[in-house]
């Protein structure tokens, strides 16, 4: 008599077992097989690993903000120096014109030359100035004052009785700063104290 198609007792097509029951499948799962949790072996229940992977994920998004705030911060503050110091390159090409402008009166008063002439060059003179001035652009102290490397650079140094060691005694070239940045600094002649 031909076994009926639906018994128990027969083996599954693909050569295995029959397929486990209901119970069986409870059992396995009491037992801690595939249908447990693996992660809660150690001895952490359900509601603490919950509690665990909650922290965790806070604690990167605290991390997460405090990144971003930095982002933020940073971003802002390079924008505010890129505004603060956006006449920088404008100052580095008027210099070079203000000291033609200083050579050409210096030459026009070393040969004697008055009038009209000399006066409208040291107009031109005043609205450079002006226009630095404008724009937060000043002329850096040298004269006089200790040599700052800094603010100066150096390019002689003479004995002096009149000028302190390590004081400027003679500026050759005017230096200027745009708000705290140095555009160009002094050449000056510093002294080197009274002569031995």
């Given amino acids: 008599m031909p076994s009926h198609p639906f018994r128990q007792d027969q083996p599954s097509r693909d ?3 029959d397929n486990p029951s209901d119970a069986q499948l409870e059992g396995a799962t009491a037992d801690g ?4 949790n693996a992660g809660i072996a150690d001895g952490m229940n359900g509601g603490d690993l919950l509690e665990a992977e909650l922290a965790t994920e806070r604690d990167r998004n605290l991390r997460l903000r405090a990144e971003i705030e930095n982002l933020r911060t940073r971003s802002s503050r390079e924008l505010s120096d890129q505004i603060r110091y ?3 390159p404008m100052a580095r090409d008027l210099l070079p014109v203000l000291d033609n402008v200083d050579r050409a009166i210096a030459a026009g008063e070393k040969a004697g030359e008055k009038g009209p ?4 060059i040291k107009m031109v003179r ?3 100035i002006s226009a630095l001035q404008q724009q937060q652009c000043q002329e850096i102290k040298a004269l006089g004052e200790p040599f700052n490397p800094q ?3 150096a390019i002689l140094q003479q004995p002096s009785a009149d000028v302190p060691a390590n004081h400027v005694m003679m500026v050759t ?4 700063q745009l708000h705290d940045r140095v555009v160009r600094p002094a050449q000056v002649i510093v ?4 002569a031995a």
């Fill in 151 to 153: 603010f100066h650079a």
């Fill in 15 to 17: 050569g295995g077992e």
């Fill in 86 to 88: 956006a006449a920088l």
């Fill in 117 to 120: 002439l000399v006066d409208g």
């Fill in 173 to 176: 070239q005017a230096g200027y």
């Fill in 191 to 194: 002294s080197s104290g009274p």
């Fill in 126 to 128: 005043q609205q450079l």
């Fill in 33 to 36: 097989a595939p249908g447990d």
